[in-house]
């Protein structure tokens, strides 16, 4: 078994960090006491991280992206991601848009993969999140067109989208079987934007949308007619890797603040570094991260070897974003007071570990899924 990382994964990471360290870290502080970055900042962002050739890092190079796949994702990921400022590198479409054809290539990857537009991911509804056959957002086929109607509930950058990868039914009775994926321009008449839902996680900001009989070229339905649960586990899958990897930069950023302060940080008369109640809490955060990290990188790796690495995805997303968790709220004690300040990257990272307990399926959902693998049940048998 070789864990080395390859050469031009080592050099990826590290061109990921010097652009952090010269790029963001010294927004950091301004970044913490507003809580905001906003959306022309993060754009001039990613264009500085193009500059320096970080762009589509896990797009394959046929589409003009860097070939480094999901492990050289991870990686990059996990690095950038030590910045509490939460930025993504551009040019890495939604995975489900691969299944795009010509047409849809055209319309929406090819922008995306340049830049010059931008999807959001609707999902969740005001009647269900977790529970993916009990969608009421519905499709109509009227032909050469379909007509939408329904309600999309916390979509994350939809007040910048140009385009909803949407997720509604053919049939509310037909469970999993009738949801289709459409791909919804944001002018399309009868979208509306309803409200921004303000969140714990600052610029978090996700959006409730209103779909009135918006019709939509029948052209735009991505992966086919009532396939839409498979497009959705296409794309669930990748998220989940990327999410796990998002944990993983999270705590490691926590921990190294966590021992920084330890070693300088003194009580009667010592560092608290010295002290055993501090030394457990950061050795339990180290350990736990390193299993993780395997977990994480072995799912990527397989990813990029072989192919059906659900199972694997959903291990990896559940022990990291827990772990992540666990790891910012030890972190953030061994700070004390001053982890609690708004000035504190840890109490940013604790709030954004929260929020990936819950976003792209809950933990508890993942332990089902992973159960129901591990027992060979099948849907019938819940
Ligand atoms: C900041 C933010 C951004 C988001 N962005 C997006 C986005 O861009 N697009 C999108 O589509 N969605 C988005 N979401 C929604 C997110 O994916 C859902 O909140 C999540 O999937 C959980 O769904 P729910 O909130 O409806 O919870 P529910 O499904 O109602 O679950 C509530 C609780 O019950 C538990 N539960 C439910 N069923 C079971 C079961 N069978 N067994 C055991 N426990 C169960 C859950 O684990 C949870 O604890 C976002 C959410 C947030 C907070």
Not at 222 to 244: E, P, S, Y
Not at 345 to 350: G, N, R, T
Request: hydrophobic share 40%.
């Amino acid at each position: 078994m070789d864990f080395t990382i390859p050469a031009e994964l080592r050099d990826l990471v590290e061109r990921t960090r010097r652009f952090r360290l010269a790029e963001l870290a010294p927004l950091e502080p301004e970044f913490l006491q507003a809580g905001r970055l906003d959306d022309a900042r993060r754009r001039e962002l990613q264009e500085k991280a193009r500059a320096r050739g970080l762009w589509g890092v896990d797009v394959a190079k046929e589409y003009g992206g860097l070939g480094h796949g999901h492990l050289g994702l991870c990686l990059a990921i996990e690095e950038l991601y030590q910045s509490p400022l939460r930025l993504e590198f551009g040019g890495s479409p939604e995975p489900c848009l691969f299944l795009a054809d010509d047409h849809q290539r055209e319309r929406f990857l090819q922008p995306v993969l340049d830049g010059a537009k931008q999807s959001c991911f609707a999902f969740s509804e005001p009647e269900t999140g977790s529970d993916f056959g009990h969608l009421r957002t519905v499709i109509a086929d009227d032909g050469d067109t379909v007509r939408v109607t329904g309600r999309k509930m916390f979509i994350g950058l939809a007040d910048v989208a140009d385009f909803v990868i949407l997720f509604a039914t053919t049939d509310p009775d037909a469970g999993a079987r009738g949801v289709t994926c459409l791909l919804v321009e944001t002018d399309t008449p009868g979208f509306e934007i309803v409200r921004p839902m303000p969140t714990m996680g600052d610029d978090w900001l996700p959006f409730e949308l209103e779909f009135r009989d918006c019709v939509v070229p029948k052209e735009h339905v991505l992966g086919g007619w009532n396939k839409g649960f498979g497009v959705a586990a296409h794309q669930l899958t990748h998220g989940r890797l990327k999410i796990a990897a998002i944990a993983l930069g999270i705590a490691q950023r926590a921990l190294d603040e966590a021992v920084a302060w330890a070693k300088e940080r003194k009580t009667w008369g010592k560092p608290i570094a010295t002290r055993q109640g501090v030394q457990w809490l950061l050795a339990d955060s180290l350990v736990e991260l390193e299993s993780a990290r395997l977990l994480v990188h072995r799912a990527a790796w397989l990813a990029d070897n072989g192919d059906g690495v659900q199972h694997e995805a959903f291990m990896a997303k559940l022990a990291a974003t827990e772990m992540a968790y666990r790891v910012t709220d030890r972190c953030l004690q061994v700070l004390g007071g001053r982890g609690y300040l708004l000035e504190s990257p840890v109490q940013s990272l604790y709030r954004q570990a929260r929020l990936w307990r819950i976003g792209h399926g809950t933990s508890e959902i993942h332990r089902w899924m992973i159960a129901r693998t591990m027992l060979g049940l099948g849907a019938n048998d819940d």
